[in-house]
């Protein structure tokens, strides 16, 4: 749902000058697309939106020519290659071993992955514990893990 809703807000500030959150709440709703002023805003922090002046008198929301490639897949892939040791997992639970002090960042990176089959995650100084809804979950995020390791 949140990617979803992150790529329309994209796509709306790319086909037409959006001012303010309630502006842009108002063009979500028009597609189907519900949220709440605070969580629209937290997109916008996210996604790296910036406001910038138009037509001389007023300011639109834009992407920053800075962070336009952070995402959460990227800062997972960017996090597991730098800091994970190992990767397993034990019916529907992964545990994944980082460098010491890395495990509170994988845990939020993973944390920030949009998963149905993904219960939560808790982190500690070198490990991460991944609740998975079922094996088949947990293999899968395992071997992704792995991939992303190399």
Same mark, same amino acid.
């Given at each position: 749902m949140k990617n979803k809703r992150q790529e329309a807000i994209l796509e709306i500030i790319s086909q037409q000058s959006v001012e303010t959150q309630e502006e842009l709440? %108002?063009?979500?709703r028009a597609r189907g697309i519900? %949220?709440?002023?605070?969580? /629209?805003?937290r997109d916008i922090k996210q996604l790296h939106l910036i406001k910038e002046p138009w037509n001389g008198k007023s300011y639109?929301?834009?992407t920053s020519k800075k962070n336009t490639e952070y995402d959460a897949a990227g800062r997972l892939q960017k996090i597991m290659s730098e #800091? #994970?040791?190992r990767c397993d997992y034990a019916q529907n639970l992964i545990i994944l071993k980082t460098m010491p002090?890395?495990?509170? %960042? %994988?845990?939020?990176?993973?944390d920030a *992955?949009?998963?149905?089959?993904k219960l939560g995650c808790v982190s500690g100084d070198d490990? /991460?514990?991944v609740i998975m809804r079922d094996e088949a979950g947990a293999l899968?995020? #395992?071997?992704?893990?792995?991939? *992303?390791?190399?």
């Open positions: 709440l %108002a063009l979500l519900l %949220a709440t002023q605070s969580t /629209v805003s639109r929301y834009t #800091c #994970c040791l002090g890395l495990g509170a %960042a %994988a845990g939020s990176a993973i *992955m949009e998963r149905p089959d490990t /991460v514990l899968e995020l #395992c071997r992704e893990i792995h991939l *992303m390791c190399r």
